[in-house]
């Protein structure tokens, strides 16, 4: 007996989702609303983020460039973690992974 791979697997569900009507419509709506969402975030970014932040970034794709990018917009509230005193804004690697 034949058994499939996890990643034929994934394959196929994936597939399976994204061809039932309606199954892309949440990927097309991302970039559908990407002009209002810059606007609402140009108007909302005026202020600097207060609550802790953590940021995970693939080892395969933006890595330790979200907690960069989070960084910028991330209030100045300290707080210590096991490698000392940090910003709010803490960033960790997820490996294997390009999200």
């Known amino acids: 007996m034949a058994f499939l791979s996890q990643e034929t697997i994934n394959i196929y569900i ?6 039932q ?3 892309m419509t949440a990927g097309f ?3 559908r609303t990407a002009l209002e969402d810059i606007k609402y975030n140009r ?3 005026k202020g600097r983020l207060q609550m802790p932040v953590l940021a995970v970034g693939g080892d395969r794709s933006f890595g330790a460039g979200v907690a960069a990018s989070l960084q910028q917009v991330a209030g ?9 005193p ?5 960033g ?3 490996p294997v992974s390009a999200h």
């Open 43 to 45: 108007e909302t970014s």
């Open 21 to 23: 009507p309606g199954g």
């Open 76 to 84: 100045t509230a300290r707080r210590t973690t096991p490698e000392g």
């Open 14 to 19: 994936y597939i399976k989702k994204d061809t």
């Open 29 to 31: 709506n991302y970039y």
């Open 86 to 90: 940090s910003r709010n804004a803490m």
């Open 92 to 94: 960790r690697l997820a």
